[in-house]
């Protein structure tokens, strides 16, 4: 039983001796990949559409329908 702030290690007899250091500092930017570089990015023009969404139109030559008229709404709870 190991006391606070001491450093207990419990070894399995299969694995022999074990280090009971805390921690190996191991430098991530040593283990990355390096990739290679990107190719320039050629300028030029460029065209934005925006979709602001579908207008639905009749087709037979009757004008809009009327809507029914908002009756009074029920809370919802």
């Known amino acids: ?4 702030g001491e450093i207990g290690t ?3 007899p299969s694995h022999g001796n074990m ?9 991530m ?5 390096q990739k290679p570089r990107r190719r320039p990015v ?5 065209t934005v559409l925006l979709f ?3 207008r639905y139109e009749r087709l037979d030559g ?3 329908q009327p809507t029914a008229p ?8």
């Open 29 to 33: 930017q040593d283990r990355r990949v």
């Open 19 to 27: 280090e009971t250091s805390m921690a190996d500092v191991i430098r």
């Open 52 to 54: 602001t969404g579908i």
């Open 10 to 12: 419990v070894v399995h």
């Open 1 to 4: 039983m190991c006391g606070q």
């Open 42 to 46: 050629k300028s030029g023009s460029a």
């Open 62 to 64: 009757r004008g809009p």
């Open 70 to 77: 908002a009756g009074p709404r029920v809370k919802k709870q």
